[in-house]
T-cell receptor, first 114, second 110 residues
Framework: DTGVSQNPRHKITKRGQNVTFRCDPISEHNRLYWYRQTLGQGPEFLTYFQNEAQLEKSRLLSDRFSAERPKGSFSTLEIQRTEQGDSAMYLC????????????FGSGTQLSVL | DAKTTQPPSMDCAEGRAANLPCNHSTISGNEYVYWYRQIHSQGPQYIIHGLKNNETNEMASLIITEDRKSSTLILPHATLRDTAVYYCIVRVARAQKLVFGQGTRLTINP
């Protein structure tokens, strides 16, 4: 168990640029989640995959955001035309849909939009 | 998912037991109580969960009242490394997501 891996750890970009983050879940986990966290707040749910199918998207996920999990393994989260309000920590988590499934989180990608 | 209420912050002396309360008065019969914590600059970490019986693992104990409207997370011998934000979440088993509140910021003092 190597844990959930997220890359990059930090990303600084200029407003209007596109950014992409990657998440590698724990290998046997079939569920993958994306959360966003701003300073002083708890993580907010963005979207969730069961294998390669994206089953739920939050209203927070505007049309500038897109997430994929093409082969049911790693996932990418892309933000187009970034805005300063997109500055946050983006967290990925994975789980196995058996029992009371604990979620395992990565360390996140910290995005700063200048 | 039912809403939870936690104190925004607590302090505890190193070596003492830290008792973190959580109110979940609207919890449904099929909802579990989960606790996660988040140490600075890391993702949340699972601690423990329970339905109605008290639970204990290597990290903590979870005490759930008989009416299930509140619970307490106990860290029996707090260390400085237990300084973190602790989140109490109620959730149906195998539900698609966790819904986080603002949690309790626990500070362990030397």
């Amino acid at each position: 168990d190597t844990g959930v891996s997220q890359n990059p750890r930090h990303k600084i970009t200029k407003r209007g640029q596109n950014v992409t983050f990657r998440c590698d879940p724990i290998s046997e986990h079939n569920r993958l989640y994306w959360y966003r966290q701003t300073l002083g707040q708890g993580p907010e749910f963005l979207t969730y995959f069961q294998n390669e199918a994206q089953l739920e998207k939050s209203r927070l996920l505007s049309d500038r955001f897109s997430a994929e999990r093409p082969k049911g393994s790693f996932s990418t989260l892309e933000i187009q035309r970034t805005e300063q309000g997109d500055s946050a920590m983006y967290l990925c988590a994975s789980s196995w849909d058996r029992g009371n499934e604990k979620l395992f989180f990565g360390s996140g990608t910290q995005l700063s939009v200048l | 998912d039912a809403k939870t209420t936690q104190p925004p912050s607590m302090d505890c002396a190193e070596g003492r037991a830290a008792n973190l309360p959580c109110n979940h008065s609207t919890i449904s019969g099929n909802e579990y109580v989960y606790w996660y914590r988040q140490i600075h600059s890391q993702g949340p970490q699972y601690i423990i969960h329970g339905l109605k019986n008290n639970e204990t693992n290597e990290m903590a104990s979870l005490i759930i009242t008989e009416d299930r409207k509140s619970s307490t997370l106990i860290l029996p011998h707090a260390t400085l490394r237990d300084t973190a934000v602790y989140y109490c979440i109620v959730r149906v088993a195998r539900a698609q997501k966790l819904v986080f509140g603002q949690g309790t910021r626990l500070t362990i003092n030397p």
